[in-house]
């Protein structure tokens, strides 16, 4: 089966980085995607790799090298509104199913 | 206003009575899922759907019937509901083209089943 490990909770204070990782047991992917979800509400798309490498859109960015089986989203200049949950997300090659991790809880403090 | 509806938003319901939720994308995707978030284990795929008629079971179909009779629709059927059910219910639709990665979600539906 398929398997996308992330933390359970990461606390960080307004204005830092975080990095949220993600690390898979997954034999081929298309790629590898990111969604948040503030809590009541449902998950929007943040990100997606599809080769290795950083993407940065604003202040998120998200990196994946396969070679490693690992991926990681990068908040910067964090802001109270970026408390929430945060999955990563792959599609196998063979399967047209999605895979999502259990969620990384973000609490960001003043 | 591109988006992805759900109906009841909220249900509460008993052992065995057939329920039925409603999905609704007005963004002609051709993809469409089902997922249910429990506590701790994230988003699970129930059932997706490739196209009109097109179906296949996710990583916990068991319960659970779908359908696809039309492109923008794709409801969710439990027939005879039992407590392990108790979740939050998510339909989402996507382009079929790659990379289908990007979903948009609907708001959740969150079922009791008593």
């Known amino acids: 089966g398929q398997s996308l490990e992330q933390p359970s909770e990461v606390t960080a204070v307004e204005g830092a980085i975080v990095q949220i990782n993600c690390t898979y047991q997954?034999?081929?992917?298309?790629?590898l995607s990111w969604y948040q979800q503030h809590d009541g509400g449902a998950p929007t798309f943040l990100s997606y790799?599809?080769?290795?490498g950083l993407e940065e859109t604003g202040r998120f960015s998200s990196f994946l090298s396969r070679s490693d089986s690992y991926g990681y989203l990068l908040l910067q200049e964090l802001q109270m509104k970026d408390s929430a949950s945060y999955f990563c997300a792959v599609r196998p090659t063979d399967f047209n199913k999605f895979y999502f991790g259990s969620g990384t809880k973000l609490n960001v403090k003043p | 206003e591109a988006q992805v509806t759900q109906n009841p938003r909220y249900l509460i319901t008993v052992t065995g009575k057939k329920l039925t939720v409603t999905c609704s994308q007005n963004?002609?995707?051709?993809?469409m899922s089902w997922y249910r978030q429990d506590p701790g284990l994230g988003l699970r795929q129930i059932y997706y759907?490739?196209?009109?008629?097109?179906?296949d079971k996710g990583d916990v179909p068991e319960g659970y019937k779908v359908s696809r009779k039309e492109k923008r629709n794709f409801p969710l059927i439990l027939e005879s509901p039992s407590p392990n059910q108790t979740s939050l219910y998510f339909c989402a639709s996507s382009l079929k083209r790659r990379p289908q990665e990007t979903q948009y979600f609907g708001p959740g539906t969150r079922l009791l089943v008593l």
């Open positions: 759907s490739m196209n009109v008629e097109v179906t």
């Open positions: 790799n599809a080769l290795d």
């Open positions: 997954t034999s081929g992917f298309y790629g």
């Open positions: 963004m002609n995707h051709e993809y």
